[in-house]
């Protein structure tokens, strides 16, 4: 049980962090060059903060229901998915927002799905789960256009703010501070 709920919370992570990495870039339109790898990064970022959520949080509650499972219902999964994704909602206690509830839920909904039923395909889940990361990865990144090349001005113009810079472009002969 313990493996089947490590597998799910690992797996809900990757997918709601990549999702939320994906509304990211969607909501930042100052993203121009590297979106694979601006949309790589924020994944990492999120799936620090959302795997600890369904770490602690998520499994929980999944421990709580599986064991009222047993005793009251105990051919029912669709109860506890229902009553897993519902615990979802409370992220809006501590982030109130109506995207945040929803993604709370949807990764709920996820993790319970994936905890009752998806562990059967546990290897095809993850393989899904990587290849979909470095297929979006590659995809952002084939897409976004070249970053443009430095050019002299820019360079004089980061470097000039110095005193004793020369502030042309070109060769300059001379001493500096004999």
Request: net charge negative.
């Amino acid at each position: 049980m313990i493996k089947r709920k490590l597998f799910a919370t690992f797996i809900t992570t990757i997918i709601t962090s990549w999702v939320m990495s994906l509304i990211y870039l969607i909501d930042d339109r100052d993203i121009l060059y590297h979106k694979g790898n601006e949309v790589m990064g924020w994944f990492w970022v999120f799936f620090m903060y959302i795997g600890v959520i369904v770490l602690v949080y998520g499994n929980a509650v999944s421990f709580l229901m599986e064991y009222l499972q047993r005793k009251w219902f105990p051919a029912t999964d669709w109860i506890y998915v229902s009553i897993v994704s519902i615990s979802g909602l409370a992220i809006g206690l501590i982030f109130p927002g109506w995207q945040i509830i929803l993604g709370g839920m949807g990764a709920a909904l996820l993790y319970a799905y994936i905890d009752k039923y998806g562990y059967r395909w546990s290897k095809r889940f993850l393989l899904f789960t990587i290849l979909l990361l470095c297929i979006s990865w590659g995809y952002l990144e084939w897409i976004s256009p070249s970053v443009p090349p430095f050019t002299k001005e820019e360079a004089i113009a980061s470097a000039a703010p110095e005193e004793h810079f020369p502030k042309k472009i070109g060769e300059w002969e001379g001493t500096i501070d004999e």
